[in-house]
């Protein structure tokens, strides 16, 4: 399967730099992976079935250059309010390791989306666009206030 991936994204040319390794990932590589019956990824024994138009595989590997870097105590330096929201059934990169995300930040706080995996605004969009939309409402801090 790989093989023949890789010789079908070389004949991609365009619209942009990014089409054939999109292709080859989106297209080829990432439909096998998510519909395979041992991804811990998607809810068990249903197909993965978000649509899918662009793999945006640089912007993905910029990303998990940031996400999965290391350890450097100096990267978690946000002090803000922050919200981690994860998928019950999503066994990979879901609750548990939101959790661990949340305890290197001084306001974090991890939402849970039942019946959910990894693409939860596709599997329950309603119940995670209320879990966002709550988040602010429990993190109000009051304003410094200036004396004149």
Not at 37 to 58: E, F, I, K, T
């Amino acid at each position: 399967m790989a093989i023949g991936a890789g010789l079908a994204a070389r004949r991609i040319d365009g619209p942009d730099d990014h089409a054939a390794d999109d292709f080859l990932v989106g297209e080829r590589i990432l439909p096998y992976f998510l519909n395979h019956p041992d991804n811990p990824y998607h809810r068990p024994g249903r197909r993965y079935g978000a649509p899918s138009w662009r793999w945006g595989r640089a912007a993905g590997e910029e990303l998990a250059g940031e996400t999965f870097g290391g350890d450097d105590p100096s990267a978690f330096t946000f002090d803000g309010p922050l919200l981690f929201v994860a998928g019950s059934d999503n066994t990979w990169i879901g609750e548990d390791l939101q959790r661990r995300h949340a305890q290197r930040y001084a306001d974090a706080r991890v939402a849970v989306v039942p019946g959910a995996a990894h693409h939860m605004f596709w599997d329950h969009p309603a119940a995670t666009i209320t879990e966002i939309r709550s988040f602010p409402a429990t993190t109000a801090r009051p304003r410094h206030q200036s004396h004149a």
